[in-house]
């Protein structure tokens, strides 16, 4: 069945539909479907366009459609263009010419506007649940991880040391932004397209705001041809959607490279590793390497869709049925990232005593060392080269600051003693940087206890 056909005296060409069609992706949103058009009817009664028993026996047969498609008596086949003709067909089949009447007052725009919106909501909602649910465990790791020391990096080079909980931080800053995002997106996007029409609004006398409300928005959007041309909201997703990548990419970069036999920092379970064929002693972070790489597939879907609607003209154009595949590929990818990423963290053990030892043999207490001869009088810029004599003194003997001998740091500088042992001392390092968001074990519980009050918000 189509929703179209009277000024055409050809049957569309086999080719044409299957290239038109939609339902093999858009019966995705069958659920949305339905549940915009009981709202549709629903209004469409209390202003009086349909009687109640006629409301009545198109919301029994579009229930009943909907339990059949979720029990799988009722199945999607190739003859209908999308699912909105397949609802509506097995709606007149079932209950006769009063469910012709179901499309009184809107368009295919409209309703494909409306469904979009109704779908999208949805999963917005489900990607913001497993960033939360990430957030715990990142949060539970922190608590955990207060004293586990280990080098921080710039330039990929070992430059200060923090904390492994100080480190996750950085994520749940980032994820916590993500779930930010998502919550602009939901709160901008909740309004209404249904009764737009196809463009210009309908001459019936529709009850927008009913309707609205009855599907959960705040209220009805205020252009009709805004209304079926606007995939503003699906930019918006599919952007924080790429950010959401971007962050779980950067995570994974970094799980990869301490997986390694030069860094051993982490033990990822083997669960979620495999190994290799030919090499029996491999065990490869394949896990992380895949959310990884799918990040260019989200980034495509956010491309394809700014490129798609580029040199768009008001109002509806079939070019912004390629919107669909591509966001619903994107969400699909990455709650699956997600969730996969979330149980990898979770059950990965840490190597507290090579994160350690890394942050000695990576001199990351050299600007320490400085500091404590500031503290002796020395001026900084003259503690700053004694300090990288003895940083090169250490890689010549090769040991670490801390396993240097007094009696070399004082050949250097005679203003040392046997305090500067305990003055870069990871310990030391590390508590005495006190400033909010520093590793400073007191900072940190400040900050684990404003994540704490954050997660129970909502």
Not at 251 to 277: L, M, P, R
Not at 310 to 339: H, R, W
Request: glycine share 6%; hydrophobic share 35%.
């Amino acid at each position: 069945m189509k929703l179209w056909g009277g000024r055409f005296t050809k049957e569309t060409n086999r080719l044409v539909h299957n290239f038109n069609a939609s339902l093999s992706f858009d019966q995705k949103f069958y659920k949305q479907d339905i549940d915009g058009s009981i709202a549709h009817v629903t209004m469409l009664a209390s202003c009086g366009i349909l009687s109640n028993e006629e409301r009545d026996r198109i919301i029994e047969g579009l229930k009943g459609i909907k339990t059949d498609i979720e029990n799988g008596t009722l199945t999607f086949t190739e003859e209908y263009e999308d699912i909105h003709s397949f609802v509506e067909a097995h709606l007149i089949e079932r209950i006769g010419d009063t469910g012709k009447k179901l499309h009184t007052g809107r368009s295919r725009n409209d309703q494909v506007a409306l469904d979009m919106k109704l779908y999208t909501r949805d999963e917005v909602l489900a990607v913001d649940e497993l960033l939360k649910d990430l957030l715990k465990i990142l949060h539970r790791l922190m608590k955990e991880h207060i004293e586990t020391y280990m080098p921080g990096f710039t330039h990929l080079q070992k430059a200060q040391p923090v904390t492994l909980a100080h480190h996750i931080g950085a994520y749940f800053e980032m994820f916590k932004r993500d779930r930010s995002r998502l919550h602009d997106i939901h709160e901008r996007m909740n309004y209404s397209p249904i009764g737009s029409g196809a463009l210009a609004g309908t001459t019936y006398p529709l009850n927008r705001e009913l309707t609205a409300s009855l599907l959960g928005f705040n209220g009805p959007t205020l252009n009709s041809m805004d209304s079926v041309s606007d995939r503003d909201y699906l930019i918006e997703f599919l952007s924080a959607l790429s950010t959401i990548m971007m962050h779980l990419s950067r995570f994974c970069e970094e799980i990869i490279t301490w997986n390694t036999n030069e860094y051993q920092f982490v033990e990822i379970d083997d669960s979620y590793s495999t190994g290799s064929s030919i090499m029996p002693q491999k065990k490869n972070p394949d896990i992380a390497e895949l959310i990884r790489g799918k990040t260019g597939r989200v980034y495509g879907a956010l491309i394809s869709l700014l490129t798609t609607m580029k040199g768009l003209p008001l109002a509806y154009n079939k070019d912004m049925q390629e919107d669909k595949e591509l966001t619903f590929d994107a969400i699909d990818t990455v709650k699956g990232c997600l969730s996969l990423f979330a149980g990898m963290v979770e059950t990965m053990q840490f190597r507290k005593d090579k994160m350690e030892a890394s942050a000695k043999n990576g001199f990351t207490n050299a600007t320490d060392v400085a500091d404590y001869l500031v503290g002796k009088g020395v001026p900084f810029r003259d503690a700053h080269g004694i300090t990288g004599q003895l940083v090169l003194l250490c890689i010549d003997k090769n040991i670490s600051l801390d396993e240097l001998p007094l009696e070399e740091y004082k050949k250097v500088c005679d203003v040392f003693d046997n305090d500067v042992y305990d003055a870069i001392s990871m310990t030391t390092c590390v508590n005495k940087r006190i400033t909010l968001g520093a590793p400073g074990p007191e900072v940190m519980k400040q900050v684990i206890a404003k994540n704490e009050e954050y997660l129970n918000q909502d």
